[in-house]
C-alpha cells in the first residue's frame, strides 16, 4: 500500500521559509513524476511545483516562482518544497502528490496517489 506522508507545515510570519517534506512508502519514487498542490479556504486545489521523475525538468505556478523550490532526494525516498518569502496568500493545505503526467507547463494530471496534507498559515 502507497502512503505519502507530508512534515514541515506550520505558523510563520510573511517573508519567513517553510520546508515541506513528502516521505513515500510503498514504492520507490525514482522514477515517478511528483509535485505539491495548494487549496486555500474556498477555492480549488492548485498546482504548485512539480518535478519530473528524471529531476531534469520542473514546473512552477506564477505565483510561486522565483519563491518556491521543489527538489527530491531518491535514495530517501522523499521530496521537498523550500518554500522562501512567504506571503499571505500562500496560507493553505499543501498537499504531494506521486505519479501520473507531468507537464513543464501544467504540472502533474491524474494524479496517483496524495498525501493527507500539511497546513501552511503565513501570518502578516
Known amino acids: 500500500q502507497v502512503q505519502l506522508v507530508e512534515s514541515g507545515g506550520g505558523l510563520v510570519q510573511a517573508g519567513g521559509s517553510l520546508r515541506l517534506s513528502c516521505t513515500a512508502s510503498g514504492l520507490t519514487v525514482k522514477s515517478v513524476n511528483m509535485g505539491w498542490f495548494r487549496q486555500a479556504p474556498g477555492k480549488e486545489r492548485e498546482s504548485v511545483a512539480a518535478?519530473?521523475?528524471?529531476?531534469?525538468?520542473?514546473f512552477y505556478a506564477d505565483a510561486v516562482k522565483g519563491r518556491f523550490t521543489i527538489s527530491r532526494d531518491n535514495a530517501k525516498n522523499t521530496y521537498y518544497l523550500q518554500m522562501n518569502s512567504l506571503k499571505p496568500e500562500d496560507t493553505a493545505v499543501y498537499y504531494c502528490?506521486?505519479?501520473?503526467?507531468?507537464?513543464?507547463?501544467?504540472?502533474?494530471?491524474?494524479?496517483?496517489?496524495w498525501g493527507k496534507g500539511t497546513l501552511v498559515t503565513v501570518s502578516s
Open positions: 502528490a506521486l505519479g501520473g503526467t507531468y507537464s513543464g507547463l501544467m504540472g502533474l494530471s491524474g494524479v496517483d496517489y
Open positions: 518535478i519530473s521523475w528524471t529531476g531534469g525538468s520542473t
